[in-house]
């Protein structure tokens, strides 16, 4: 099988390696890719986000089956365009990518259907904005409605800060069009779980569970990332847990986008909060989180490719979806200076991969010297064991034997985890 995978990180190279796994499976292209994944997929150069090209590469190169993983594209209708021209695809159509689309269409839609989040506002004019922060909860959350690179959401510990923000988004259009309407949302409390899941729109199936970790520094210091690393399985969500969340979050979410004609197909990844009152959904992604992936799939004991077509087919109740009882950790190797100024083009030599321990590359170009750096993060370092406190060494002690003198990373992924565990 001829199989492309659209994107160009981490995550992208974590889902091409698993598909590798099938024998059925003769190249995969990847679309754009990056040079640390060359040695796994055919990297074309072609833009995520450019539909037009990314049909026509799929017909000339007769493509079996696409996988589109990053947002941008999904809800630019880049599954709706493959589906047109008899290429079937893994991941929602634009209708349904909405839900990670626009902030303010899924609260609406968990307001409508009865689905635990927290309680907010929705803004197309800033003085209306900055007139109801003057008597609002203080801390709160301002987001962006539109995509914003993970980056809309900000935390405001102060009424003053919660202004600025508004302003940012609105007046300053920090995110563009994303930011002309703005949530204004209650600040939740409690521990933070990511489980993202196949859904085929008619069953769901929870993927293992995960902890982010979104912060630059050690011990959650400094500014919000695309994510700095991650441990799976996240230790707060409990079977009990699991089985309150599939009851009032999960099947709910899927019935609510059937009931809107808006099914959804693909990964649906759920971003929730266990606080005092209950599970709370603090966001929808319409596709896998990036670093969640990299430490998710390592897990995953049946086949992705088998996986995926039944997910795009209808299928996904007949196929048993099994991850194994290990643990995984992902350290995040960032440019210095990322998330806000940081240099491109240095050089880095990589570990080797072995049978436990394997690096994710994100962002890096090839050079006839070799590898160079070619983004803000930069590579994700993954060890799986039998233990979370064994994974978390192992991918630490890998991390060490990277050569990229601009790299900096976090010293304290899992941290959070292990002292839960105790």
């Known amino acids: 099988m001829k199989l492309m995978v659209v994107g160009g990180g981490g995550r992208e190279h974590a889902i091409i390696k698993k598909l590798k796994e099938n024998p059925a499976v003769e190249v995969i292209y990847a679309l754009p890719g990056n040079g640390g994944m060359a040695d796994d997929a055919v990297c074309t150069g072609i833009g995520a986000k450019d539909i037009a090209a990314i049909t026509a590469f799929a017909k000339e190169n007769a493509i079996d089956f696409a996988v ?44 409508k259907y009865g689905i635990p989040t927290a309680s907010y506002e929705v803004f197309d004019n800033m003085e209306k904005a900055l007139a109801y922060l003057e008597t609002a909860p203080i801390p709160t959350v301002i987001k962006a409605d539109g995509l914003a690179l993970g980056k809309g959401v900000i935390i405001a510990q102060t009424r003053e800060e919660a202004m600025d923000a508004v302003r940012s988004m609105m007046e300053d259009k920090i995110f563009g069009a994303s930011g002309s309407r703005v949530v204004i949302e209650e600040f939740l409390t409690g ?51 699991a089985k309150l969340c599939m009851d009032t979050i999960f099947l709910p979410t899927i019935n609510a986008m059937n009931a809107e004609g808006r099914t959804f197909k693909g990964c649906l990844y759920f971003g929730l909060m266990l606080t005092p009152k209950g599970p709370r959904v603090i966001e929808y992604n319409c596709r896998f989180g990036d670093p969640e992936t990299q430490v998710v799939l390592p897990l995953l004991e049946t086949d992705l490719l088998t996986v995926m077509m039944a997910t795009a087919n209808g299928t996904l109740s007949e196929v048993p979806v099994k991850f194994s009882n290990k643990a995984a950790c992902c350290v995040i190797v960032a440019s210095k200076g990322y998330p806000v100024k940081y240099e491109s083009g240095c050089p880095m030599t990589l570990p080797a991969d072995d049978e436990n321990g394997f690096i994710y590359v994100a962002g890096a170009k090839k050079t006839e010297n070799g590898l160079v750096s070619a983004g803000g993060r930069v590579l994700g370092v993954v060890s799986v064991a039998d233990t979370l406190q064994e994974a978390v060494k192992a991918a630490y002690a890998k991390t060490e034997t990277v050569d990229f003198a601009n790299g900096f990373y976090r010293h304290d992924i899992g941290a959070r985890a292990l002292a839960a565990l105790k």
Do not use: C, Q, W
């Open 191 to 241: 521990p933070e779980v990511s489980v993202l899941s196949f859904t085929d729109g008619n069953v769901v199936v929870p993927m293992i569970s995960s902890m982010d970790h979104k912060r630059a520094g050690d011990n959650d210091t400094g500014l919000n990332t695309g994510g700095m690393g991650t441990i799976a399985p996240n230790p707060y969500y409990t079977e009990d847990v």
């Open 68 to 111: 589109v993983a990053p947002d941008d594209p999904l809800v630019l209708g880049a599954v709706d365009a493959l589906e047109e021209i008899g290429i079937p695809a893994f991941g929602p159509r634009a209708n349904a990518a909405i839900i990670e689309g626009s902030k303010v269409f899924s609260k609406n839609l968990m307001k």
